[in-house]
C-alpha cells in the first residue's frame, strides 16, 4: 500500500510528518486528511483567537503533494452587538 505523509502549518509552526500512513489509494488520503482537519477545526472552536487559517498538505512517498487543504476558523460579532466575550 502507498504511503502518505499530512504536513500541517497554522501560521505560527508548520509541523511536518515524517511517519506517513499507509493508505489505499490518494481518495483515501483525502478522506484521512479531511477528518484531520474536522479534529483541528474543533481545536480551535474551543479558545483559540477570533480566527486562525490551517493549511495541510498531503505528500506521496516520492515527496510530491497531492493535495492541499485549507481551514479558516473565524468568529464575528455583528456591528453594534454588545459583546461579553
Not at 478522506?31 to 474543533?42: G, N, P, T, W
Request: charged fraction near 25%; avoid cysteine.
Amino acid at each position: 500500500m502507498p504511503r502518505y505523509f499530512f504536513d500541517t502549518d497554522d501560521g505560527t509552526e508548520l509541523l511536518r510528518d515524517n511517519e506517513g500512513s499507509e493508505l489505499a489509494d490518494e481518495h483515501a488520503a483525502r478522506d484521512e486528511a479531511s477528518l484531520s482537519m474536522a479534529e483541528l477545526a474543533k481545536e480551535y472552536i474551543a479558545g483559540s483567537p477570533l480566527q486562525k487559517n490551517v493549511t495541510m498538505w498531503v505528500r506521496n512517498e516520492q515527496g510530491e503533494a497531492v493535495l492541499q487543504l485549507s481551514l479558516t476558523f473565524a468568529t464575528r460579532i455583528p456591528k453594534g452587538v454588545s459583546s461579553h466575550f
